[in-house]
């Protein structure tokens, strides 16, 4: 048990107080469930300690390391000990042993506290009087999310993304490197939700404890954006509204009758939406040729469905996330496909029309003066023979279907070469 000195860092000091008599029986219960202590009403009349003769307890190693690190839990600087009828001596050396075994293997003293805990342990007759001074990271703890799978944990990611948050920080007693991939679950999440994805944040993950076999792990994610989060909301709400009003020129595709191919309403509707987003964006070759260049993502607005929908500028990955999101506004299932194109990095769509799936890659058929449709509606094989490559076995197989460009019945008055004015 812990007696603790006030210290004017923190707005509250927490303490439990336990009577002598009741030691034994409430002393488990406390050390094991890591209660937080609670103002009282002793330490609040601005006495600087309890006396020795109401000084709580600990009686063996256990009990001591549980104490130590609810001081930790509690962000307390300077908690005293008392232990008494300790098995053995205890020593300066055996109490270091201790301190730095917290530090290296429980997640809240590795993640919260700095090198250089010190202590002092004094004698006092028998028993001993242990001082702890408690160097912490930050002033302020960040919130820390319990998950207990990887479910959870995606909606916790979630939960957090959609603030565009710049700190996630979560604890489980069943960490897996693979499972919980953080930077992969962030990364899955933008890409499902264009809606939602105006930058990619650079993230930065680390581990507390770094090392060890420990299940139990806090996991602290930063994302650095290079946007103030009221801009990406402004740009996330100004996305959804250019997507709505463009779905206002939609036609009314009927089903496909008895006896049909299924999927026709689905393919002539993707059919709209590639012309669409063909009239209405500009392929940026500035920004492509700089990928080209250099071999690496270079980011920014012509990489989303805002750059697309909003600026009207766009890589292949700018229009692949404005296609996914008015097909995700229509219930037409349709995913992000990354992989190459004729040997560079490029970005499209896999859509579902019927029971078939397709690739469709309005960025690839709009880097030229004129729209053509050499990336709708394409097998595997197909889109291979066209250059794309990169995507075999990642994706739901795309084989041969019914509807193609050619299948598709276009308005009267439409050649292959004209786009709809949307």
Avoid at 24 to 33: I, K, P, T, V
């Amino acid at each position: 048990m812990i007696c603790f000195r006030k210290n004017p860092r923190f707005a509250a000091i927490f303490i439990l107080a336990l009577s002598l008599s009741g030691m034994l029986s409430g002393c488990a219960s406390f050390l094991w469930e890591r209660e937080y202590y609670q103002n009282t009403e002793h330490m609040a009349q601005g006495d600087e300690a309890l006396s020795w003769d109401t000084l709580p307890e600990v009686r063996s190693e256990t009990e001591l390391r549980e104490a130590i690190i609810n001081a930790i839990l509690n962000n307390l600087t300077d908690p005293e000990i008392r232990i008494i009828d300790y098995p053995g001596e205890l020593t300066n050396t055996a109490v270091w042993d201790i301190l730095k075994d917290i530090q290296d293997q429980e997640p809240i003293a590795a993640f919260t506290t700095e090198e250089g805990l010190a202590f002092n342990l004094t004698p006092v007759l028998s028993n001993y009087s242990l001082s702890l001074f408690i160097p912490y990271r930050e002033e302020e703890r960040p919130q820390i999310q319990p998950f207990s799978g990887t479910d959870e944990l995606r909606a916790t990611v979630a939960e957090i993304l959609n603030a565009y948050a710049p700190r996630i920080t979560v604890e489980t007693y069943y960490f897996d490197e693979q499972l919980h991939d953080m930077e992969a679950i962030v990364r899955s999440y933008y890409y499902e939700n264009p809606a939602w994805a105006m930058e990619m944040p650079v993230l930065t993950l680390s581990l507390y404890p770094p090392r060890g076999n420990t299940l139990h792990r806090i996991a602290d994610l930063t994302l650095a954006y290079a946007t103030p989060d009221y801009e990406l909301r402004r740009m996330a709400e100004e996305t959804q509204t250019r997507a709505f009003s463009l779905l206002t020129e939609l036609p009314a595709f009927p089903p496909a009758a008895a006896g049909e191919e299924p999927g026709k309403r689905e393919a002539r509707t993707l059919l709209w939406l590639h012309d669409t987003l063909c009239n209405t964006v500009l392929f940026d070759n500035d920004m492509y040729f700089l990928e080209v260049n250099t071999g690496e993502r270079q980011g920014g607005n012509a990489y989303t469905a805002y750059g697309a929908l909003a600026g009207g500028r766009a890589v292949s990955e700018g229009y692949a996330m404005a296609f996914k999101l008015l097909c995700g506004e229509l219930g037409i299932e349709c995913r992000i496909v990354h992989g190459q194109k004729d040997g560079f990095n490029h970005t499209w769509n896999l859509v579902r029309a019927g029971e078939t799936w397709y690739h469709i890659s309005a960025g690839a058929d709009d880097m030229g003066p004129t729209a053509v449709y050499d990336a709708f509606l394409l097998s595997d094989e197909d889109a291979g023979l066209q250059g794309f490559t990169g995507f075999e076995g990642q994706y739901p197989a795309a084989v041969p279907g019914f509807w193609s460009y050619e299948t598709i019945s276009p308005p009267a008055g439409r050649s292959a070469e004209e786009s709809p004015s949307p």
